[in-house]
């Protein structure tokens, strides 16, 4: 094969230390009978290692030379190809109990992270290889300066770890940021008290809108004096200070 040149469009970083590779799959544990799903497997650095493990295996790749060279490698009785954009597959095609996994390209990972949780339901488990600032976002607490919708709306619908930590030099070529692995598994739905997940996802959405102002501003239209005193939140914090759950209780006030 002619040697593949990472294309920027895409944001192609190919993982290639050994080390975080084994690391990555001995934290997946894929069993045999899995229904693995990798994102953008690029030249192979985890596919093969989960082809190792499990009897078939689901792809997502969007740059078609390296779609043309899985299909030269792998008949489709071991890998199946889809072929395209993962911000627009539709997972659900796959089946049920899916284990995702990927280096997600960093230039579309929160996207694609939201992306990914209307599927929740369908899913088993996820790990993702993700810029480092993401992966502080994702798991920050209530008063972190990183914590914001990310934070939120991922945690209320996924239990989140963050798993390790890869420099640089891991990959060809070097990204510009550290990378590092977090693993996210679906809540049962008894934990999900969102009455409609919609609405909590616009509560959310408007009250980080512009971080430095009060909820009260930020949530004008929203909840008047009277709920904020009826739920007992403070209209003078701003939205990196409530938890998870009370944003779920302002979305079901009047859900």
Known sequence: MTKHIP???????????????????AAIDPRLGDT??????????????????VDHLHVV???????????????PQRMTIHEGDALAFD?????????????LPYNISTPLLFHLANYADAVRDMHFMLQKEVVERIVALPGDA?????????????????????PPESFDPPPKVDSAVVRLIPKAATEL??????????????????????LRNTLRGVLDAEGFAALGIDPGARAEDLAVADFVRI???RA
């Open 7 to 25: 294309r920027r469009r895409f944001g192609q970083n190919f993982l290639v230390d050994r080390g975080i590779i084994a690391a990555i799959v």
């Open 36 to 53: 693995v799903v990798e994102i953008g497997p690029g030249l192979g650095a985890l596919t093969e290692p989960l082809l190792s493990r």
């Open 61 to 75: 790749e969007i740059d078609r030379d390296l779609v043309a060279c899985l299909r030269r490698q792998h008949s």
């Open 91 to 103: 997972f659900a095609t796959i089946g049920s109990d899916l284990r995702v996994v990927g280096n």
């Open 146 to 166: 990183d914590f914001g919708r990310l934070s939120v709306m991922l945690q209320y619908r996924f239990h989140v770890e963050w798993l390790l930590d890869v």
């Open 193 to 214: 008290d969102a009455r409609d997940p919609a609405r909590l996802e616009k509560v959310v959405q408007q009250a980080f809108s512009q971080r430095r102002k009060m």
């Open 251 to 253: 979305a079901n006030r």
